[in-house]
């Protein structure tokens, strides 16, 4: 259920348009990944520690008890350090039937803070390195039944923004920033964690958004936003965008033509506008479907 306004509210569905007799399909299966989680540093405090996610490096070493409280008295000048140092979080998790089974397995970072290694069992998965945006990578090939580790490498992110701020021939800016040599603008990461006239310089690393395991058959709705084409006082046009995933085995099995067809419904439970339906036609991979409205 998507509401636009206090008054408008739109119900989005799918519908394949099957031929013959087909299997009945299940929804996706989404596993929250924020139990079980500890956090190591590579230089300082190795032994794994039980860690928050979402969360962050500053926050688990003081629920730990291991360093003070960094807005107590003079404690931002003696935890310089932390920022300075690479740190490891590390899970395990169960792939059952219920996630093997599927034909698409995702999994999504809602937020890696900030330049950031992942491995799903020993493996590298992806590289991060935006503290503002959702990292999404297949996983599917990588799990195993049973018992499954995935593990976070967080470089510091003073040393590659240093590194962006020599090789210019010239300054940029950096108000706020209370590091010796400011970096922050070189670094897509909170520029608070660098010190404002309101608040300490903590320059933290961490998972501080959800992370899922999303399986999936068929075709999945991923995405959905509208944007106004134009407005009166009596009407207004717009279209929604409509972000759809098909697997590859799904286009395979239901294919005509090289395409799976499929319709997009729009409706309303109050029933202030009648459904909006919307014929496509599905490639294997992500579809953007745009349906207009009025």
């Not at 932390?82 to 169960?94: H, L, P, Q, S």
């Not at 593990?151 to 992110?157: A, I, K, L, N």
């Not at 209370?178 to 608070?192: C, H």
């Not at 207004?236 to 090289?258: K, W, Y």
Request: a negative charge.
């Amino acid at each position: 259920m998507i509401r636009l306004a206090p008054t408008s509210v739109f119900l989005l569905s799918l519908a394949p348009v099957l031929g013959g007799c087909q299997p009945p399909r299940t929804g996706p299966h989404r596993i929250e990944l924020h139990d079980g989680w500890t956090l190591s540093g590579t230089d300082t405090f190795t032994s794994p520690l039980p860690a928050t996610v979402p969360g962050t490096v500053h926050t688990d070493l003081l629920a730990n008890g291991l360093i003070g409280d960094p807005f107590w008295r003079a404690n931002e000048l003696t935890l310089q350090w932390i920022g300075e140092e690479d740190w490891v979080y590390r899970t395990t998790f169960t792939a059952g039937p219920e996630v093997l089974e599927k034909e698409v397995v995702d999994l999504v970072f809602h937020g890696l803070d900030t330049y950031a290694e992942v491995r799903l069992n020993g493996t590298p998965l992806l590289s991060a390195d935006n503290m503002f945006r959702r990292w999404e990578v297949e996983a599917g090939d990588l799990l195993e039944s049973g018992e499954n580790t995935l593990e976070v490498f967080f470089r510091s992110p003073l040393p590659p923004a240093l590194a962006a701020r020599a090789a210019l021939p010239y300054e940029i800016p950096a108000g706020n920033d209370r590091g010796d040599p400011p970096s922050r603008v070189f670094v897509r990461k909170a520029a608070y964690h660098y010190g404002w006239d309101w608040g300490p310089r903590l320059v933290t690393s961490g998972i501080w958004r959800p992370v899922t395991l999303t399986a999936w058959s068929g075709v999945l709705l991923s995405d959905l936003h509208f944007v106004t084409d134009s407005i009166t006082s009596e009407r207004a046009f717009l279209h929604a965008v409509v972000e759809i995933r098909a697997s590859e085995e799904e286009a395979e099995r239901r294919a005509i033509g090289g395409d799976l067809p499929a319709t997009v419904v729009l409706s309303s439970p109050d029933a202030s506008f009648p459904d909006v339906r919307h014929p496509i036609q599905l490639a294997g991979g992500t579809n953007v479907v745009r349906v207009p409205l009025e």
